[in-house]
T-cell receptor, first 112, second 112 residues
C-alpha cells in the first residue's frame, strides 16, 4: 500500500523566515502527491499537487513544493512566512485505485 | 467555494441514536469520498464512490456505518446506534477521476 509520512508534529518559524514542512512517500509506480491546509474548524483546502513534469510545483498563497524522487520526498516550502500561514498542513498520495491517503498532519506556528 | 456542501455542520446526539450526514458536490464531480477526522489526526479514509457505485469501504469501518450515492449526485453517510467513539468531524470530498479532490467544510458529530 502507498503511504505518506510527515515526520514533524509541529514546526515553529519566525515571521519573514523561510519555512519547510516535510513529507516523505512510499509508492509503487509514479506518485501523485498533494498538499492541503486546514484552518480551525474548517475543511481541507487544496494548495498544490505533483503529477509529472517540473520537480518544483507552485501553488496557492505563495507556497511551493519540491518533488525529489531519489529521496522520496515532497516538502512544502515558502520563502517568507506570514502569521496567517499558521495552520495544519497535510500531505497526501493518490493510490492506483484513485483512493487518496493522508498523512497525520504537521501543525505550523508562525511566530510574530 | 469548493463546490462541495455538507450538512448539518454540527450534530449533537445521544448514544444509541442514528445520525445521517449529507454531501452535495457539483455535478461534474464523479468521484466522492468520505473521511473521518479526530482532533490532531489526519483524515481517515472511510469510503468512496464512482458516480453511484461504492468502490471500497474501509475494513476498519464498523457495520454501523453505511454510505450511499443513489443517483450519482449527493451522498449520505449514516451511523446507526452511535457510540461516544464516533465523535469526530466527517469530511466529504469530491472531484473528477484522477484529478484533485475538494473538501466540504465538514460535519461535526458529538455523541453524548
Amino acid at each position: 500500500a502507498q503511504s505518506v509520512a510527515q515526520p514533524e508534529d509541529q514546526v515553529n518559524v519566525a515571521e519573514g523566515n523561510p519555512l519547510t514542512v516535510k513529507c516523505t512517500y512510499s509508492v509503487s509506480g509514479n506518485p501523485y502527491l498533494f498538499w492541503y491546509v486546514q484552518y480551525p474548524n474548517r475543511g481541507l483546502q487544496f494548495l498544490l499537487k505533483y503529477i509529472t513534469g517540473d520537480n518544483l510545483v507552485k501553488g496557492s498563497y505563495g507556497f511551493e513544493a519540491e518533488f525529489n524522487k531519489s529521496q522520496t520526498s515532497f516538502h512544502l516550502k515558502k520563502p517568507s512566512a506570514l502569521v496567517s500561514d499558521s495552520a495544519l498542513y497535510f500531505c497526501a498520495v493518490r493510490e492506483r485505485d484513485d483512493k487518496i491517503i493522508f498523512g497525520k498532519g504537521t501543525r505550523l506556528h508562525i511566530l510574530p | 467555494d469548493t463546490g462541495v456542501s455538507q450538512n448539518p455542520r454540527h450534530k449533537i446526539t445521544k448514544r444509541g441514536q442514528n445520525v445521517t450526514f449529507r454531501c452535495d458536490p457539483i455535478s461534474e464531480h464523479n468521484r466522492l469520498y468520505w473521511y473521518r477526522q479526530t482532533l490532531g489526526q489526519g483524515p481517515e479514509f472511510l469510503t468512496y464512490f464512482q458516480n453511484e457505485a461504492q468502490l471500497e469501504k474501509s475494513r476498519l469501518l464498523s457495520d454501523r456505518f453505511s454510505a450511499e450515492r443513489p443517483k450519482g449526485s449527493f451522498s449520505t453517510l449514516e451511523i446507526q446506534r452511535t457510540e461516544q467513539g464516533d465523535s469526530a468531524m466527517y469530511l466529504c470530498a469530491a472531484g473528477v477521476s484522477g484529478n484533485t479532490i475538494y473538501f466540504g467544510e465538514g460535519s461535526w458529530l458529538t455523541v453524548v
